[in-house]
Structure formats: C-alpha cells, structure tokens
C-alpha cells in the first residue's frame, strides 16, 4: 500500500526566505515521488519527480527535493521565496508498474512582503 | 489546444439529477486518468484508462460512478442520482505512456460540481 503524509496545510514565509515543505510517504515497493504546483484555477503542473538514480532532484522554478530512504521523506525546498511561489503544493507517490498516483493533502504555501 | 481541456468548468446540479463531464486530453496521450479533489484534500484516484480500455476503477465511489472513453481520445465521467458528498473538484489528467507510474501528468483545470 501508498500513502502520502504532508505535515503542514499551510506554510507561510517571508519573501526572500527558505522554503521547506514537508512530505513523508509509506510505499511496500521502491517508490515513485512526485511534485506537483497548483495556482489558482489552473491544472497541477509537475514541479518535479525522483524515480531512480541521484537523491537530489532539481525541478523547475529553483525547486529541488531530496529522497532519502531511511527516512522515507521527499521535501521540497528552494533557497530563497519570491512572490510567484505562492500556491498549493501536492507531493504524490506512485511505483513501477503501477497505474495510480496518491497524493497527499496539499501544502498551501503564502509568501510575505 | 495544448492541454487538457475539461468541460464544464462549474456544474450546479440539484440532488438526484445525473451529471457528465468531459474530458479531451492531449492529442496522442495514451493514458487517462480522473480523480476526485474534496475541499482541502488532495486529488484521490477514481479510474485509469489506456487507450479505450478501463483498466482501474477500483477508485470509484459507487456503482452510481460510470467513466468511458470509447475512441480512445476524449473522456466522459457520470455521476448518476448525484448526491450532496459528490461535491467536489474533478480532475482530469493524461500521460503519453500507456504504464504512467513515473511519467508526468498533465492535469486540465478540472470541473468544479456542486450538489445543492
């Protein structure tokens, strides 16, 4: 079984500053890991995703995330917040062969002045 | 166009009507996927298809859930007897490959229901 766990539901920091969003996910098999941006009245984009290879992943917009397996996490991180970055953030996990995608409840992220 | 394009964006429906929504994914894509989004949660997975094939519906909610997509391309998901819990945001994505487990979705802005 997959599931997604995403401590916060709202994040909110000043612009400039760091940005951590927290996603911990529980998979029987070796894991997928998505992240997915939504803005207003748009569609999820993909933000970025680790399927196997480097732990680090770079994504779009100065988002990266790391997957460490001993801690069976997958945050998502940027080094310093601008105002465009605001939106809901989804973290998702799906496995080889499989057809579904679980995600978890979202993070809304507010960036500050 | 170049996304995925879903229709209508809002629905108001009164209890018990029947409702269908559509969905026309990237030309090419081969695999479709709906998913539901309550307020304040996350997308959960309703049903898959690879081509015209239905290949998952373990996702939906109830026999009164019925998605086809029966050339392959646009997608339509009905809700019958609709009920106040259906009420919700559906999402439509879609993926080039026919196994979508690491591969990008691409997601339409969704059809928002609500079921007075």
């Known amino acids: 079984a997959q599931s997604v766990t995403q401590l916060g539901s709202h994040v909110s920091v000043s612009e400039g500053a760091l940005v951590l969003l927290r996603c911990n996910y529980s998979?029987?098999?070796?894991?997928?890991l998505f992240w997915y941006v939504q803005y207003p009245n748009q569609g999820l984009q993909l933000l970025l995703k680790?399927?196997?290879?480097?732990?680090l992943v770079k994504g779009i917009n100065g988002f990266e995330a790391e997957f460490k397996k001993s801690e069976t996490s997958f945050h998502l991180t940027k080094p310093s917040a601008h105002m465009s970055d605001a939106a809901e953030y989804f973290c998702a996990v799906s496995a080889p062969n499989f057809n579904k995608f679980y995600f978890g409840s979202g993070t809304k992220l507010n960036v500050k002045p | 166009g170049a996304g995925v394009s879903q229709s209508p964006r809002y629905k108001v429906a009164k209890r018990g009507q029947d409702v269908a929504l559509r969905c026309d994914p990237i030309?090419?894509?081969?695999?479709l996927f709906w998913y539901q989004q309550a307020l304040g949660q996350g997308p959960e997975f309703l049903t898959y298809f690879q081509n015209e094939a239905q290949l998952d519906k373990s996702g939906l909610p109830s026999d009164r859930f019925f998605a086809e997509r029966p050339e392959g391309s646009v997608s339509t998901l009905k809700i019958q007897r609709t009920q106040q819990e259906d009420s919700a945001v559906y999402l439509c994505?879609?993926?080039?490959?026919?196994?979508?487990?690491?591969?990008?979705?691409?997601f339409g802005s969704g059809t928002q229901l609500s079921v007075l």
């Open positions: 994505a879609s993926s080039w490959l026919s196994r979508g487990s690491n591969e990008k979705l691409f």
């Open positions: 998979s029987s098999v070796p894991p997928y």
């Open positions: 030309s090419g894509h081969v695999s």
């Open positions: 680790y399927t196997t290879g480097a732990t």
